[in-house]
């Protein structure tokens, strides 16, 4: 298949059958773009994850697009993101036109509500999953308990703690000489 066509349709199925936003997204991603076509590692996966985080927008399109600009340069990552994006527009469209109308069933109510369950399931599977893949020894482990505490008890913005711990990886790499 032409590889501009499986980078946007890839995307747009990724974007089409995820709920829940970027976090959600991280276990399909996983399984697509590593696992099944091996367009990038785990690890360039989990970067590219970092910075979108720390870049403006939403994590989904920044991931698709370095992604994409990874395999195939600018019209790469353009493609890949116009596919990540297409289906939410195409379906947030439809939603805000019949809303207003269907928003005070109980059926709605209810698949929203197992909806906002099962994402949070797959974020937690993908947290999951990182954490077996980045917290690999004693030094990646006190970066994790100082920046998971640190979360919990600091109100500062993400982009804070991803500087900290990228210093904080780079102290004690120098401190332990490795």
Known sequence: MNVYLDLYLTFARIGGL????????????????VENRGWVSEEELMDYYAIGQCTPGVIAVNTATFVGRKIKGTPG???????VVSPSFVII????????????LAVIKNAFAGIRVCVCVLIFNAVVKLF?????????????????????????SPILFVIAAGTLGILLKVIGGK
């Open 132 to 156: 077996k893949k980045s917290v690999i020894d004693a030094p990646t482990l006190v970066i994790f308990l100082l920046i998971t505490i640190g979360s919990l008890l600091l109100d500062w």
């Open 18 to 33: 995820t709920f829940g936003g970027g976090y959600a997204m991280l276990p399909m991603l996983q399984k697509e773009i």
């Open 93 to 104: 469209s439809l939603i805000a036109a019949f809303i207003q109308n269907f928003a005070d």
């Open 77 to 83: 990552g353009i493609l890949a993101t116009l596919g």
